[in-house]
């Protein structure tokens, strides 16, 4: 089946460590996406990519580190310069000439 | 600023009601306008909308654009409880990186 697929499901981080997100899509999709959710706001862009070794800084790119090494690929590192990073990570990907994007199912990242 | 504005933030309604729910929106080089619906994980694509004027209907759910006003709204009649749920709307832009601005949201609860 084409989708989007997001591990972990949830994510327990300890002060001062690095956290890996992965995200993986199989629907050929060119561009891909990484959005924060905090409980009652709107989706921010994180970083995104529209092809392959190339990706651009959203608006809340501090703290975060991605690489797009793959087209099916989209890891999103949360690292230990993030000093807020309990939220919900939702990355989306889609064609480049159709705006709609399509989702993964999410990863819950919480500290310890 | 680009910005998309979603209005009510959230509604309380009785089961069979119809609801009405709100986008407007100032950005550069819109493209088109996408309406998602969000439960307790990713976002689903609802609808996409580019021009003015065309309702675009699934079910209970119908929605319609208006250009020249730079408004969306979503209409869900005769709602169940499986109808709440957070709605984002989200307007993609021409020429823009492949990025979407996202509202708030509007949080919707439907009691039985």
């Known amino acids: ?112 | 600023e680009d910005k998309v504005v979603q209005s009510p933030l959230s509604l309380v309604v009785h089961e069979g009601d119809t609801v009405t729910l709100n986008c407007s929106y100032e950005v550069t080089n819109f493209r088109s306008l996408l309406w998602y619906k969000q439960e307790k994980k990713a976002p689903t694509f609802l609808f996409m909308l580019t021009s003015s004027g065309i309702e675009k209907k699934s079910g209970r759910l119908s929605s319609i654009l208006d250009k020249k006003e730079l408004f969306s709204i979503l209409n869900i009649t005769a709602t169940q409880t499986g109808d709440s749920a957070v709605y984002l709307c989200a307007v993609d832009q021409l020429n823009r990186d492949d990025k979407i601005i996202f509202g708030k949201g509007t949080r919707l609860h439907i009691l039985p």
């Open chain 1, 1 to 112: 089946d084409g989708g989007i697929t997001q591990s972990p499901k949830y994510l327990f981080r300890k002060e001062g460590q690095n956290v890996t997100l992965s995200c993986e899509q199989n629907l050929n999709h060119d561009a891909m996406y990484w959005y924060r959710q905090d409980p009652g706001q709107g989706l921010r862009l994180i970083y995104y990519s529209q092809i392959v070794n190339d990706f651009q800084k959203g608006d809340i790119a501090e703290g975060y580190s991605v690489s797009r090494e793959k087209k099916e690929s989209f890891p999103l590192t949360v690292t230990s310069a993030q000093k807020n990073p309990t939220a919900f990570y939702l990355c989306a990907s889609s064609p480049r000439t159709v705006g709609a994007q399509y989702f993964g199912p999410g990863t819950r990242l919480l500290v310890l």
